[in-house]
């Protein structure tokens, strides 16, 4: 999964909710479409949240891992 | 991107534990490319001052859980059992039990509602305050935060009439 090249990063690592998920869409405007961006965070929440976001807001979540108590999302723009 | 599901939300609560819940879901909702409104009335009005003076109170909240942010964790786990005759009788009881809220908050990374406040306003979440409430409580337009429209009930539910989510606080 780690193979995946991230156009941009996003550290939310320490953010509670709602923080983690109000990063990305700032993030994501800053991207062409196609191309990925890397979010980490450690909020639990961030798993059902990340993906919710990307559902209403069409940009789709290409891979996310779990370690140690940090998530990772690789989000690519839509 | 637009998107045609709105949330529209009453916030009538101005308690620091219930000024969570608009300022969370309408951050939320505009991050999620939703259009939203918060129409903020009675006490609610408090949670638009250019600086709200937020306390949480255990009185009349029995289940308001009484923990310590500081300590080792043993001692952080003890949910003190203050009775209300403690809680009423001690002055400043209130400032105490915010105090603890805001520093649990922030050891959480939880934001403040300043902070959730402005991110509402910098996604363009429309916040109205109620017109009625104001004049009653004695409040001015110069008392609030810049960004945010005046109205009353009608204008409540014409935004309210073609939403899809719509919630009292």
Redesign the interface.
């Known amino acids: 999964m780690s193979d995946i090249i991230a156009d941009q990063e996003l550290d939310c690592r320490?953010?509670?909710?709602?923080?983690p998920?109000?990063q990305?869409?700032k993030a994501i405007e800053q991207l062409n479409s196609g191309q990925i961006l890397k979010m980490t965070a450690?909020?639990p929440g961030s798993a059902n949240d990340m993906e919710?976001?990307a559902k209403?807001?069409?940009n789709e979540i290409v891979a996310s891992e779990e370690a140690n108590g940090e998530y990772t999302y690789y989000v690519k723009r839509k | 991107m637009s998107d045609t599901t709105k949330l529209v939300m009453i916030a009538s609560r101005g308690t620091l534990d219930w000024a969570y819940p608009p300022f969370i879901l309408g951050s939320t909702a505009a991050a999620l490319d939703m259009e939203v409104e918060i129409f903020f009335t009675f006490y609610g009005l408090e949670l638009l001052l250019k600086k709200p003076k937020l306390l949480v109170t255990p009185i009349g909240n029995p289940t308001m859980p009484m923990k310590m942010p500081f300590g080792p964790k043993w001692f952080q786990k003890i949910n003190w059992p203050i009775p209300n005759l403690v809680t009423t009788n001690v002055p400043f009881f209130d400032n105490i039990a915010t105090f603890l809220m805001k520093k649990t908050f922030k050891k959480h990374g939880v934001a403040s509602i300043e902070e959730l406040r402005d991110i509402c306003i910098e996604c363009g979440v429309k916040i109205i305050a109620c017109q009625m409430t104001m004049d009653v409580f004695g409040y001015t337009k110069e008392d609030f935060i810049d960004g945010i429209e005046f109205g009353g009930a009608a204008t409540m539910l014409e935004g309210a009439a073609d939403s899809t989510i719509n919630l009292f606080v």
């Open positions: 320490g953010m509670n909710c709602p923080l998920i109000l990305p869409p450690t909020d919710a976001w209403r807001t069409g």
